[in-house]
DNA sequence: ACATCCCGCCATGAA
DNA sequence: TTCATGGCGGGATGT
């Protein structure tokens, strides 16, 4: 891209508000805005006596002042007015004594990096087009800023930090402006406050007072080491989903990496009240990460630069600002948060309802309330949103030097197949799945090809809804990191859906029996429980500017399906070929299956791990992928990933020990106690699931069989496998590829018997309601096929959908004496569902606090997705097979479950109203 | 004198 | 070895 693109397109107008060009430049530069105040904070200097640059446009100073303006014309001419520059520097050589030419060159603050990242912003729309290619080339910024690259990464790597950019390719990074902060905010703050950085905090400062008594101190100091919870320490770069690290020494550095140290900064800011942080605090923190003890003189003051650095972009996007602390010594330098106001608690917003508000938000606190789960659980592989334990980093190095191979991704040029969705293909899955769907779109122009749009909006928002709840927290709404992938204009083209049926193996001969042409395969799903409902509709409606905008918003869901569906594609793939393994899988499920009661399950999860271990390798030598999800790992074919899923499992342990010191078991209360390893077992699980996933696949259900085997690799992270629906699916799951005559894509997980999900949604063990929908006559079909022909849920449970309906089912399934915590409106997009569907998300809105996916039974969970809206993916949450119930809670009394069901449109309604009225 | 923080050396890791 | 990154700290500049 060249010069003249770049800035046409950094002044694109992103808001769909800001139409037409003329407005452009008017609108364009929202960080024209705050430069001012900026600068005038402390980036700004005195008028200079030198000020001869003054008139040249291409001075630090004078461009800024340009920028200021934002009228200047010459901000396109960039390349005219290097020239400009350079002559006229020739000039000045030329012309000016030595002293003179010294005065002309621009004093240090001119060079600062704060200005600089000024200019830099400048070049780059607040919001980018999502639909835009917004890449920056290091190179180029280099050369207009007349900065060295070297600079550049500094100032790179704070946006990062913030997933304002993030690194797809050598010297190229995409550029994603704002969409991201607020998220990225959450999630720092959550992750600060999960690590105690406020205490910490109050512990220097309190340090700090008593200084004096070197006794105190000392003793200060152990109380901190000792406060401080060890696990902060393994703090490292929070990562979003999707906005993973691409670098490729870059990870060696993590730990160290002006990225980490910004992040960590800014969670200061975060968690202190009032939002002001001393350098000395800040530095004093960061430096305890690495070694308390050690807090020598010359590394506190490398810190303290670091910091500077770091507080110079950060100021620049204004979001902190240079104030100073008064003390009786004096004035200690400080900054104060100046950024967005960012609540980490997901209740703290009931906004989140209205399809208006911004939604995002929560669902990104959602995560990041779980995401102390995921955190330093798995090896991320830098794909996760998680921040990775030290101890993983080999790992996670390995893993990325197969990234690598498998893509050529950082240090190669973006592909041009690729290009056009940077930042979207954050994780290998996506990238697979986005290289399946082009493939696909090549090899077969079906014009009506399944084009799932990111079902996003109403999956995330249902989330959003969701109080600390053990939901996939990560299935968030992700702004729009996805939209380029997926532009929101995406037609629904539900018609030629086709969906996969996640069914227990146990189960699977009965389904493939139902319709030939399903196309059953084998998936080991890890715990099934959360349960996805997406309370509301409107992935279009919705959007909160910040966060949707123009950008897919569910990212998380999306990914899910992506995920979901490239799994499904990588089954297509393997076709026949996979029968054979696929029977060999399903064997030994079944095996496991039977003959694993409850509190054996786990042991026998492990072997079956190893066993499907052996299997994927097996698998992986034919070429042939079997997706395999085991306890939350998506078995990958490459030894390297086995070896990661390995250590992972390895690693469950410590993570286990970290979640309980992170209190996370505290909001699984109603979790119920006997099962313990149940609870491990799943509940991280529903954590986050990179959004990457989510968005990429969440755009297709249709799946070409061929080169998705590469797809099967996908994330060895199970919790992003299964997330069809954002929703960890306990163990072993077979996916039914059903045909694409399916109006509505149905996706239902059946969860294995061997592990008893219970849903704990703060704390409460909820009112079970099943809700099933929106089914059309079609999908009815298989609901009720699944349901009660494969014996998949209780003899005592009915489930129906209404056949009359041909744009609207719903089904609820009401746990005798329960309290019907949600309903969820169902509508495909169809006229009559329409009215009904709008009374129903209005019903839901009411409901917000009660929108709980999660069905719990005693002792067992059942837990149904509902999707509801127009949104193609939808994910139903099966409840397991009574032998399942049984095997999962003994001692618990088997649920009792009446069925209510719903005749007609009107019917439906009224019941829908009565029921969420009365029930709720 | 202290606050800031630019500048560029050089380590690191991939190709 | 070259190249992309980026940690790091000397020391210049600003207050």
Same mark, same amino acid.
Do not use: G, L, M, V
């Given at each position: 891209m060249n010069t003249e693109d770049k800035e046409n397109q950094s002044f694109e107008p992103h808001e769909s508000t800001v139409k037409t060009p003329l407005k452009q430049r008017a609108t364009s530069n929202l960080f024209l805005a705050e430069i001012q105040p900026a600068a005038a904070c402390h980036l700004m200097t005195p008028p200079k006596p030198n000020e001869i640059s003054a008139a040249d446009p291409w001075t630090p100073t004078a461009n800024l002042k340009m920028l200021i303006s /934002? /009228? &200047? %014309?010459e901000i396109r001419n960039r390349e005219q007015e290097k020239k400009l520059l350079h002559s006229r520097n020739e000039t000045l050589e030329d012309h000016l004594s030595g002293d003179e030419y010294e005065k002309s060159q621009p004093s240090r603050k001119e060079k600062s990096l704060g200005l600089l990242c000024h200019k830099f912003l400048a070049h780059y729309p607040h919001y980018p087009n999502s639909s835009k290619n917004s890449e920056i080339c290091l190179d180029e910024v280099a050369e207009e800023l007349n900065v060295e690259r070297r600079r550049i990464y500094d100032i790179m790597n704070v946006l990062e930090s913030l997933h304002m950019v993030n690194r797809v390719a050598k010297n190229r990074y995409a550029w994603h402006g704002c969409h991201n902060l607020k998220r990225t905010l959450q999630v720092l703050k959550k992750v600060a406050e999960e690590n105690k950085y406020m205490q910490q905090m109050q512990l220097i400062k309190k340090m700090e007072g008593i200084e004096e008594p070197e006794e105190n101190n000392q003793r200060t100091e152990l109380m901190v080491k000792h406060d401080i919870p060890s696990n902060h320490m393994d703090i490292s770069f929070v990562e979003l989903p999707g906005m993973e690290f691409r670098g490729a020494s870059v990870n060696s550095r993590k730990d160290k990496s002006l990225r980490v140290m910004s992040q960590k900064f800014v969670m200061l800011f975060l968690v202190s009240t009032p939002q002001v942080v001393s350098l000395e605090v800040a530095a004093k923190i960061l430096i305890g990460e690495d070694n308390v003890e050690n807090l020598d003189k010359s590394k506190f003051k490398t810190k303290i630069r670091r910091l500077y650095d770091i507080a110079n972009v950060l100021g620049s996007l204004d979001l902190i600002k240079k104030v100073h602390i008064k003390e009786e010594k004096g004035r200690k330098p400080a900054f104060e948060w100046t950024g967005p106001s960012v609540f980490s608690d997901v209740q703290d917003a009931p906004s989140v309802l209205s399809p208006t508000t911004i939604v995002p938000a929560h669902p990104v606190e959602q995560k990041s309330s779980k995401e102390h789960c995921s955190k330093n659980l798995f090896p991320t592989k830098s794909k996760q949103g998680f921040t990775r334990h030290p101890s993983l980093i080999k790992l996670t190095k390995s893993i990325q030097s197969d990234h690598r191979k498998i893509? &050529? /991704? %950082? &240090? &190669? %040029?973006?592909?041009k197949s690729t290009s056009n969705i940077p930042s979207s293909f954050p994780n290998k899955m996506a990238q697979l799945a986005a290289i399946c769907r082009q493939q696909l779109d090549e090899q077969s122009r079906e014009p009506n090809k399944t084009t799932l749009e990111l079902a996003s909006s109403p999956l995330a928002r249902t989330l959003a809804l969701q109080p600390k709840s053990c939901l996939p927290s990560h299935v968030e709404v992700l702004p729009l990191i996805h939209s380029s992938a997926s532009p929101p204009t995406l037609p629904h083209n539900h018609s030629n859906a086709s969906c996969t049926v996640y069914v227990h193996p146990s189960q699977m001969q009965i389904a493939s029996a139902y319709h030939p042409s399903f196309i059953v395969q084998p998936v080991a799903c890890p715990n099934v429980i959360g349960m996805k409902h997406p309370a509301e509709t409107g992935s279009k409606a919705a959007p909160v500017k910040m966060f949707t905008e123009g950008d897919g918003i569910n990212s998380g869901e999306s990914e899910a399906h992506a995920k979901e569906e490239s799994i499904g594609a990588a089954k297509k793939q393997e076709g026949s070929k996979n029968d054979c393994a696929s029977k060999k899988f399903l064997k030994k499920c079944k095996l496991v299956h039977e003959y694993c009661p409850v509190k054996k399950c786990k042991h026998e999860e492990q072997k079956l791990q190893d066993m499907l271990l052996g299997e994927s390798v097996k698998n992986s030598k034919t070429q042939s992928c079997t997706a395999l999800h085991l306890d939350q790992e998506v078995l990958t074919l490459s030894a390297e990933e086995q070896n990661q899923f390995k250590l992972k499992n390895r690693s469950r342990e410590h993570e286990s020990k970290q979640r309980k010191q992170r209190n996370l078991l505290g909001d699984d209360g109603a979790f119920p106690a006997e099962d313990p390893p149940v609870y491990k077992a799943w509940f991280p699980s529903s954590y986050l699931i990179p959004l990457t996933n989510c968005t990429q696949s969440g755009n297709e259900t249709t799946v070409s069989n061929k080169g998705k085997a590469k797809m099967s690799l996908a994330e060895p992270k199970s919790h992003n496998s299964l997330t069809a629906g954002g929703i960890p699916v306990t163990s072993e799951c077979t996916a039914i590829n059903f045909p694409v005559f399916h109006i509505t894509p149905l996706n239902l997980l059946l969860p294995p018997s061997s592990v008893p999900t219970i849903p704990v949604v703060n704390n409460t063990v909820l009112p079970s309601v099943i809700q099933a929908n929106p089914i059309q006559t079609p999908s009815s079909s298989v609901l009720n096929f699944t349901l009660q022909h494969l014996g998949l849920m209780p003899a005592t449970m009915q489930m129906s959908a209404h056949p009359g309906l041909a744009d609207v089912c719903q089904s609820t399934l009401i746990h005798q004496g329960a309290e019907c915590v949600g309903s969820v409106p169902s509508s495909v997009g169809l006229k009559q569902g329409k009215t009904l569907q709008n009374a129903l998300l209005e019903r839901n809105h009411e409901l917000s606090g009660k929108q709980v996916l999660k069905v719990p039974f005693p002792q067992t969970t059942v837990s149904i997705t509902c999707s509801v809206s127009k949104e193609v993916n939808e994910t139903v949450f099966l409840p397991p097979s009574q032998p399942a119930i049984a095997c999962s809670c003994s001692s618990a009394p088997e649920p009792n479950v009446v069925g209510s069901s719903h005749g007609t449109s009107s019917e439906l309604q009224r019941e829908f109203d009565a029921s969420t009225e009365d029930e709720f």
């Open positions: /934002a /009228a &200047s %014309p893509r &050529s /991704a %950082p &240090s &190669s %040029p973006i592909k």
